[in-house]
């Protein structure tokens, strides 16, 4: 750890992400700090570096309180996708946008140096764009991609010498984590090859820009380790390989079938869909400002979301609500 920001808060620390950034940051040396509604619990190392509190961040007070002595936030928190917006609009605009700015207040008041906000690629909606880079126009279709925008400005608004803003923009992401998400669409299409044997694509032509959540959590680490002026007021693209839903099918298809022989053949059937959110993201930024370039694949999010399923990681991967932000929301009446 090269960074002399010890003590990490985390919102969202034991969603999809935050159970593999959350370890990362443990095994580094970081103390962390995780503030979660844990809706789907928490499976994380017992470290004496760790404090996981069940909290709301929309409880402002309660935040204040545990941001003293923190020297960076990591804001993951968010109710993360358009079907779960779709779920409860209320919900999702006090979670994703009205809580927001007074975190940052607090945070700031409380002496944190360093606070990265977790974006969405998915602000720029449709673009016909060959490159979209950090400049493009937000576009959202949708109120989770409005939301994720209109915080932006916000953070700018209160960054100084003493407090770093940045912002990411990641793309979809995919793999393995001990809070496997089933409902993102490399993971989707592996579920279906995998306990299907059959991948189902709506549409196909759409590009997706994808990530590999390892190296997701990889640009967390390195916007903790960065140099302040490298990252003050900017705002980065993390994207890695742009595929349209049907090659994407088509990688799936190969790695399953190699790593699982004993499946056979993968049939790919399409069908026609209504969701035309198609972008290609540019993450040159990144790697011209930070040095950063993703280390894995998505055939690597492939094999490990097959040898997972191989090795029962992942049981019931359909009926199980728990894979699912949606259903589990659902299920619990998440308000």
Aim: charged share 25%.
């Amino acid at each position: 750890m090269t960074s002399k920001l010890t003590n990490v808060l985390v919102t969202g620390g034991a969603g999809y992400v935050g159970h593999v950034l959350t370890p990362r940051l443990l095994s580094l040396g970081y103390k962390v700090t995780v503030v979660d509604k844990l809706w789907y619990g928490a499976r994380m190392p017992n470290d004496p570096n760790l404090r996981i509190i069940d909290g709301d961040i929309r409880d402002t007070a309660m935040l204040a309180g545990l941001l003293k002595g923190q020297d960076a936030v990591l804001h993951l928190a968010c109710i993360s996708n358009d079907a779960s917006f779709e779920l409860d609009e209320k919900l999702s605009e006090t979670v994703n946008f009205d809580c927001f700015e007074p975190m940052v207040i607090a945070a700031k008041k409380a002496g944190v140096k360093r606070f990265v906000y977790c974006s969405s690629s998915s602000v720029y909606g449709v673009s016909n764009s060959p490159d979209v880079t950090e400049e493009h126009p937000l576009l959202p279709l949708t109120l989770y991609n409005k939301f994720k925008g209109m915080c932006e400005p916000l953070l700018w608004k209160h960054k100084s010498d003493d407090f770093v803003c940045t912002v990411i923009r990641p793309a979809t992401l995919c793999g393995y984590s001990p809070r496997t998400r089933l409902d993102l669409s490399v993971n989707i299409l592996t579920n279906h090859a995998v306990n299907k044997g059959k991948i189902t694509v709506f549409g196909g032509d759409q590009m997706r820009p994808n990530l590999h959540i390892e190296d997701m959590v990889d640009a967390y680490v390195m916007m903790l380790e960065a140099p302040a002026e490298k990252i003050q007021g900017e705002v980065f693209n993390i994207a890695f390989q742009n595929h349209s839903i049907a090659d994407i099918a088509k990688i799936v298809k190969k790695v399953v079938e190699q790593e699982m022989p004993e499946l056979g053949d993968i049939e790919i059937v399409t069908t026609p869909s209504n969701d035309n959110r198609s972008y290609h993201v540019n993450s040159d930024k990144v790697r011209r400002v930070l040095g950063f370039a993703p280390k894995r694949n998505l055939e690597d999010a492939v094999r490990d979301l097959a040898r997972a399923f191989r090795n029962h990681l992942m049981p019931n991967s359909f009926d199980d609500d728990w894979y699912y932000n949606v259903r589990t929301m659902k299920k619990i009446g998440a308000k």
